[in-house]
């Protein structure tokens, strides 16, 4: 679980990134 979960936040930041670039 806390492995799944770690790569979840991982996948989130990834995409927070490419969306923040987007913006930019």
């Known amino acids: 679980y ?3 979960f ?3 936040i991982k996948n989130l930041n990834k995409n927070y990134k490419k ?3 987007i913006f930019r």
């Open 2 to 4: 806390c492995i799944f």
């Open 6 to 8: 770690e790569d979840t």
């Open 19 to 21: 969306r923040e670039s």
